[in-house]
């Protein structure tokens, strides 16, 4: 099946006829093509966009927006399992950990629908012969280039808040992953979202992701991806000025001290780099440990990680594939440095006998002793590899924290009061959880980074901010 780009509420195959094959990473076979998007496919759907915020969409009242967001958001619900299953085959995912993304993406809607129209300016205080006021407006066609580890999510915190903020959107998601956004896409027009408010094209990065990036016709871009493409969107962003969200991962430490709650600890510290085979932003991929309890906490860990699953996505496991054979070969890469001393492999699941041998598998490694300044401590790896690393004191905790150039998530298990609020404060990111990490998703709490994690923020009000321009209005009357 060849699937079609989604503009002005029509599929729309690319002008030039090209297409991409999609590929199952269960089992490496290509199921599916999609549209390769080339210049003058970005064209039409910016010109789409541009229409339907001059007309319908543009023109519409915030509490009718509200609405139409809330019925996205019931159809979203409805066919959550329908989409699930897609976002399964075409990302590798496991079935409830793509149920759960399905979910979070109504979510996403829920939480912006009932945010529309409580989008308020402010009245500043002026001499008496002034009234001055501020206004927020929608920067008007937004932009937004999606990864593949989680398109459903991202698409709902970041398309979700810009329509809400009242922008026309065109949204490029992965190449190696964007049918559940198509399917959104019609399912938000069967609601009734006016044709151009959201267009869908798909394509290769650097094309129409680069064609997207660099359109004169895009008001603001929203980039969440690596440093290295995130750069690259920056600079052809910023030939015209147009702004930009970039969210680029990180290498998230989860910082243990002798006193926390071992045994609430243990599955979190697990989840936090297996879920989504380690493909995750926020994937807590640093383990600081107080070396009192080093031994026995890896040890207890390790026990958890070989008793993991890796499978195929339809069978549900704890560990799926990773997306695509380029991302195994770096993964690997990795692996292979971490055959150098004093690096220990401590410990590493199993692969199911059901993984077909050309899916792209990597059940998930607890390396231990990894000096901090290594490139397994430092760098992004993107799989479910998880780093540990011994620390002596508080202070030495927050120096090996710090010590990366990102800065997007942190979290710290202790039960000491004052060290919870000591290094909430001290460590470098943009969220940090005490004794828990992620927070269920956390739709409603603001999302990003500081340093090559990016800036700006997605999820919450702050994202309704992000997706608006302020205006500053001074009207000098006279005063009575
Ligand atoms: P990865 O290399 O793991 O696929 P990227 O950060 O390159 O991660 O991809 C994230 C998103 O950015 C994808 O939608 C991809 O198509 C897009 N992309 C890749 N290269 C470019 C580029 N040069 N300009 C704009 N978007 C790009």
Not at 133 to 139: D, G, K, N, Q
Not at 339 to 348: K, L, N, R
Not at 462 to 477: C, N, P, Q, S, W
Request: net charge negative; glycine share 12%.
């Amino acid at each position: 099946m060849i699937h079609k780009n989604f503009i002005g509420n029509q599929w729309v195959g690319a002008a030039a006829g090209e297409t991409v094959p999609v590929v199952d990473p269960s089992n490496g076979q290509a199921y599916a093509e999609i549209a390769r998007s080339r210049r003058v496919d970005i064209d039409a759907a910016v010109s789409a966009a541009r229409a339907a915020y001059a007309g319908a969409w543009g023109r519409m009242a915030p509490a009718a927006r509200s609405r139409l967001l809330w019925r996205i958001a019931a159809a979203l619900l409805d066919r959550g399992d329908e989409l699930a299953r897609i976002e399964s085959r075409d990302t590798g995912k496991p079935l409830r950990q793509a149920k759960a993304d399905a979910a979070a993406v109504a979510r996403y809607f829920e939480f912006y629908a009932g945010a529309v129209d409580k989008l308020h300016g402010e009245t500043i205080p002026y001499p008496r012969d002034f009234t001055v006021f501020t206004v927020r407006e929608p920067h008007g066609v937004t932009g937004h280039i999606i990864p593949w580890n989680y398109p459903l999510q991202i698409f709902g915190r970041s398309v979700g808040a810009a329509l809400a903020a009242g922008n026309a959107c065109v949204v490029k998601p992965a190449e190696d992953a964007c049918l559940s956004l198509l399917e959104l896409a019609e399912i938000a027009a069967g609601v009734g979202l006016p044709e151009g408010a959201l267009n869908v094209c798909t394509g290769l990065g650097p094309e129409a992701g680069a064609d997207l990036a660099a359109h004169p016709g895009i008001d603001h871009i929203s980039f969440t991806g690596s440093p290295t493409t995130g750069r690259a969107v920056a600079q052809a962003a910023a030939a015209h000025f147009a702004p930009v969200t970039l969210e680029l991962g990180g290498k998230s430490p989860q910082i243990v001290f002798s006193d926390a709650d071992i045994d609430a600890a243990l599955p979190v510290l697990l989840g936090a780099i297996v879920q989504n085979a380690g493909q995750t932003c926020s994937a807590g991929s640093r383990l600081l440990v107080q070396r009192a309890i080093y031994s026995d906490l890896l040890g207890r860990l390790g026990e958890l990680f070989e008793a993991t699953r890796t499978g195929p996505a339809s069978d549900d496991p704890d560990c799926g594939p990773l997306i695509n054979a380029r991302q195994l070969a770096r993964v690997r890469r990795f692996l292979e440095e971490a055959e150098e001393s004093p690096i220990t492999v401590v410990a590493q699941g199993k692969l199911d006998n059901s993984a077909p041998a050309a899916g792209f598998y990597q059940p998930p490694v607890l390396l231990g002793n990894v000096p901090p300044a290594h490139r397994l401590a430092q760098e992004e790896v993107f799989g479910p590899v998880l780093a540990a690393i011994p620390f002596e004191t508080e202070a030495g905790a927050i120096a090996i924290a710090n010590a990366t150039p990102f800065g997007l998530v942190a979290g710290i298990w202790t039960q000491d009061g004052g060290r919870q609020m000591r290094l909430a404060r001290a460590v470098r990111a943009g969220q940090v959880f005490v004794n828990n990490y992620g927070a269920g998703g956390g739709v409603e709490l603001p999302f990003g980074g500081t340093g090559h994690s990016g800036f700006g923020r997605e999820k919450g009000f702050e994202a309704m901010y992000g997706f608006t321009t302020l205006k500053t209005v001074a009207i000098r009357h006279g005063s009575s």
